[in-house]
């Protein structure tokens, strides 16, 4: 075992490796950290993008998905049929609204320098930090933009988990739609 110990296999660094071993330990496992996050933000972006294509081929191409949204549908038919009407109408609305809030674009009350779009208001920090050779600014950048990530992740979660159970409310509205004509 090397003196800075074998993250693969969780082995602490030896005894005489120093604190230099477990910083750079940490350094690397909150840049993955954030390596992680991105790419959960863009995982969560990519499964609304798959619910709303799905969601706007269905209306699209179905004649029973369009018609629900016609109102001589619910003046003329039955009420079992208006129920299931309402309700894949209702869940392909909440579906695809619920799948264009995930890929909006997402603010954090909080920014750093990993961001591209407050480069110009860290600047000045990050020049200085580097000028005095303050590591301790590149570990807080990290953590700071771990948790900007973490909240935009966990926004964008919510909505994709709202847009997959419209779409399941849509398929099995339908699917019973189908059943009842």
Known sequence: MESGGNLYRLDPPSEGAGPDAALGAYYDHIRKINDVFADQIKTSDQKAAYIFTFMFAFLVTSQEGRSVFAWQRYAEGSTVTMVFSAMLALASIFSIVSAILVVLPRKSATSTTLFWG???????????????????????????????????????????SFAFHGLLVTVLSYICLLAVK
């Open 118 to 160: 407050a480069w110009s208001r860290h600047r000045e920090g990050f020049m200085r930090a580097a000028g005095a050779g303050d590591q301790d600014f590149l570990f807080r950048q990290y953590a700071e933009n771990a948790d900007a990530l973490a909240a935009i992740a966990c926004g964008k979660y919510r909505c994709v």
